[in-house]
Nanobody, 115 residues
Framework: QVQLVESGGGLVQPEGSLRLSCAASGSIFSTYVMGWYRQAPGKQRDLVASVTSGGTTNYADSVKGRFTISRDNAKNTVYLQMNSLKFEDTAVYYC?????????WGQGIQVTVSS
């Protein structure tokens, strides 16, 4: 069982920045594919960004150039640096770990972009 704990969310003004963190349990974190997803009210949960064990990253078109995903295997943590935030980035953000056929989710953290 892998436990994921997100932190760093909150309220931010448009064009502001936030950094989300997701701390994972387990001794084989470096082998996980890690991802950030988000879900706005009334919408489906969508991929925001992912990073493989080898460091290959993937981003949703809507966040390219603004968000950066990174991982620190020594700290069992994945980050999502969010810059130039927009109203439409408001959502609950979820961390996900994938290891083979298994998938684990964090509890989610609210990000609200508002003036």
């Amino acid at each position: 069982q892998v436990q994921l704990v997100e932190s760093g969310g909150g309220l931010v003004q448009p064009e502001g920045s936030l950094r989300l963190s997701c701390a994972a349990s387990g001794s084989i974190f470096s082998t996980y594919v890690m991802g950030w997803y988000r879900q706005a009210p009334g919408k489906q949960r969508d991929l925001v960004a992912s990073v493989t064990s080898g460091g290959t990253t993937n981003y949703a078109d809507s966040v390219k150039g603004r968000f950066t995903i990174s991982r620190d295997n020594a700290k069992n943590t994945v980050y999502l640096q969010m810059n130039s935030l927009k109203f439409e980035d408001t959502a609950v953000y979820y961390c996900r770990a994938v290891w083979g056929p298994k998938s684990y989710w964090g509890q989610g953290i609210q990000v609200t972009v508002s003036s």
